[in-house]
Structure formats: C-alpha cells, structure tokens
Nanobody
C-alpha cells in the first residue's frame, strides 16, 4: 500500500515556474513507476508525465514536453514535477499516481494509487 500527498501548487503568472512534490509512504515506493496527471474544470483527467521506478526513464505529454521535468528521489520517497514557462492552459488540479508496472502507462485507470491533488493556477 502506498499513500501519496502532493504539495507545491499555487498561483503563478504566465511564464513563471512551480515545483510540485509528491511524498509517498510505504516501503515499496522505489518499486513503483510514478506519474503526474492533471484535471481542469469540466475536462477529463489527462496524463502529464511519468518516471520509471529507478528514475532513469521518463515519458511526457506533448503539451508539456520541453517545459516540465519529472524526477524522483527514492531515498526521500518523493517524486517531483518541475514546471517552467507555465501557460494559462496549464491551470488544473495536479495529481501524482503510482503503479507497479511500466512508466509507459498514460491512462488514469492504469494507476493504482492516487494523491488528493494540488491546485495550480496560471494567470495571463
């Protein structure tokens, strides 16, 4: 069992940066691929980024590629999402999620564990 808690969201102007953190409890965190998803009002939850259990491989949605970076520190049981050059369309609740399979998974139903989410608002 893994419990996930996100932090680091907030209000930022377009072009700015934020770093989200996701702290995990549970001794098996290092064996899970971790993903970040987001959900804007009235829209479905969508994939943002994912990282393999060891942290050497990553996967990004086209909309955030070259702006966002996912990383993890297994010693601290934490996964991060560095978000640069933010745009108003990045406004959403951001969720971290974990799964015991490949980091290639991009569908929410493929992830077993979820955090409660953190709000990111980008003003124009």
């Amino acid at each position: 069992q893994v419990q996930l808690v996100e932090s680091g969201g907030g209000l930022v102007q377009a072009g700015g940066s934020l770093r989200l953190s996701c702290a995990a409890s549970g001794r098996t965190f290092s064996s899970y691929a971790m993903g970040w998803f987001r959900q804007a009002p009235g829209k479905e939850r969508e994939f943002v980024a994912a990282i393999s259990w060891i942290g050497l491989s990553t996967n990004y949605a086209d909309s955030v590629k070259d702006r966002f970076t996912v990383s993890r520190d297994n010693g601290k049981n934490t996964v991060y999402l560095q978000m640069n050059r933010l745009k108003p369309e990045d406004t959403a609740v951001y969720y971290c999620a974990g799964r015991s399979g490949s980091y290639h998974a991009i569908l929410p139903r493929e992830y077993n564990y979820w955090g409660q989410g953190t709000q990111v608002t980008v003003s124009s």
